[in-house]
């Protein structure tokens, strides 16, 4: 059972907002990852970690920004949220990029009117 | 670049076969494959690496070639169970996944 965990899992904002999306995970992964995935499409990658106080922009360009302060946390802050913004934001972890197996968090379904 | 999934929807009545399809335009280190159901996060299903290595569920196959950089997911004797959205991702050398646009696989009784 992946230990993986998103709060909140639902959030309805209005327009100017600062929100932080919470995720943490008890598997000790150096690997972190933020997907924003509209709903029945494709996973993108807005950013990823390698490890503490590493974080890297990933192939979709996000306004949001994230932190690595402790190897299980790895919070996304949007300064400024707009409709714009409104998706389902998936974390995930790893122990590698590219030889083990991602494990997913539930989401966070994000709405900005 | 994003990997091409085909097909892109597919629909069986438990008991039949599929296969998914997973094609990319780079040379690929690995493939992983992932279901994912209505609401909820997607599951690892299998890892395929360069060079025959795979890890995986006891009921999945897949298979990869590396020459044509193309992957397949095998469903075999599908259960209501299957249902859901297939994504495979493929990885170049060091770097991040790249997921596909999803394949939605439906089982009807």
């Known amino acids: 059972e992946a230990d993986i965990y998103q709060t909140p899992r639902y959030l309805v904002i209005g327009t100017g907002k600062k929100i932080t999306l919470e995720c943490s995970q008890t598997?000790?992964?150096?690997?972190m990852y933020w997907y924003q995935q509209d709903p029945g499409m494709e996973l993108h990658l807005i950013h990823y970690s390698y490890g503490v106080n590493s974080t890297e922009k990933g192939d979709l360009s996000s306004e949001s920004t994230v932190s690595r302060i402790r190897t299980e946390h790895f919070p996304l802050t949007l300064e400024s949220a707009r409709p714009s913004h409104t998706s389902q934001y998936l974390c995930?972890?790893?122990?590698?990029?590219?030889?083990?197996?991602?494990?997913f968090g539930p989401g966070t379904r994000l709405t900005v009117l | 670049q994003q990997p091409v999934q085909s097909p892109q929807a597919v629909i069986l009545r438990e008991g039949e076969d599929a296969v998914i399809n997973c094609s990319s335009s780079?040379?690929?280190?690995?493939v992983h494959w992932y279901r994912q159901k209505h609401g909820e996060a997607p599951v690892f299903l299998m890892i395929?690496?360069?060079?025959?290595e795979q890890k995986g569920h006891d009921k999945i196959s897949a298979s990869f070639n590396e020459k044509k950089q193309q992957s397949s997911l095998y469903l075999t004797a599908s259960q209501l169970s299957y249902s859901g959205t297939y994504f495979c991702?493929?990885?170049?050398?060091?770097?991040?996944?790249?997921f596909g646009g999803g394949t939605r696989l439906m089982v009807k009784p």
């Open positions: 780079k040379a690929l280190y690995s």
């Open positions: 991702g493929t990885a170049s050398a060091g770097n991040m996944l790249t």
């Open positions: 598997m000790g992964h150096d690997k």
């Open positions: 395929l690496l360069k060079g025959g």
């Open positions: 995930a972890s790893s122990t590698t990029g590219w030889r083990d197996e991602q494990f």
